[in-house]
């Protein structure tokens, strides 16, 4: 896809929590990496340097811009299954682009990177870090989504992930209901105790802020003051 010129990226990484003490820790990497190459192969277009496992138990990629970036969490959490923090960056790079990670760097790597760490010392699923006035609402919202998210059951993800892909509506239900030899009532149970309706909610107003035309540089984010502690 030709891309036009810009300043900003957004550089994902993320890192599996406890990983080391996992006693199927094979299982789990080789889950990480079909989990990449899931979302390598979902998101080609907005991929800007494709996903790839770094240090074992960690993973990094680079997108042109934030508007999937919920969905390419949503990729992960579905295909790994092992919780994972993630530390998200918007800034600029100081080299050329490569499909190779490894060979770019520049302020939304460093920046990223921070954030990660932010992510493990106050645990929290996700840290988002641009240095605009959204940082706190997006880091909270994603972090209120994950919540939700990685308190489902096992029953509760098969259920609403397969009700989400049906495209969520009335006739979803029908669908999911069939599927999984229930009736329409416990679809619905599921969705409630799930939180879903709320979730999906938090999961449109995200949407709402990073689908913005931010990253054309014709309209950029009002960028915060230096002298604040945004987080």
Request: aromatic share 12%; net charge neutral.
């Amino acid at each position: 896809m030709t891309r036009t010129p810009q300043n900003w990226y957004v550089v994902v990484t993320g890192d599996l929590k406890s990983s080391r003490k996992l006693k199927d820790r094979a299982k789990v990497q080789e889950e990480l990496k079909s989990a990449l190459r899931i979302v390598n192969k979902r998101f080609d277009e907005e991929i800007a340097a494709k996903f790839v496992v770094v240090g074992g138990d960690s993973f990094q990629g680079m997108l042109f811009s934030p508007k999937y970036l919920f969905d390419l969490y949503y990729a992960l959490f579905e295909n790994i299954g092992h919780p994972f923090y993630l530390g998200i960056g918007v800034g600029s790079i100081s080299t050329g682009l490569s499909e190779n990670v490894g060979e770019i760097d520049g302020e939304a790597f460093h920046i990223a990177s921070e954030a990660l760490e932010r992510a493990k010392k106050e645990n929290i699923w996700i840290a988002f870090r641009s240095e605009w006035e959204i940082d706190g609402v997006v880091t909270c919202l994603l972090n209120f989504m994950a919540d939700v998210m990685w308190n489902w059951t096992e029953r509760q993800k098969e259920m609403i992930l397969y009700f989400r892909e049906q495209g969520g509506n009335r006739e979803a239900v029908r669908l999911t209901s069939n599927n999984f030899g229930v009736g329409e009532r416990s679809v619905y149970k599921t969705l409630r105790t799930g939180k879903y309706h709320l979730w999906r909610a938090g999961e449109k107003a995200v949407g709402d802020l990073l689908n913005r035309k931010w990253f054309e540089l014709e309209i950029e984010p009002k960028m915060a003051d230096k002298g604040e502690n945004v987080r």
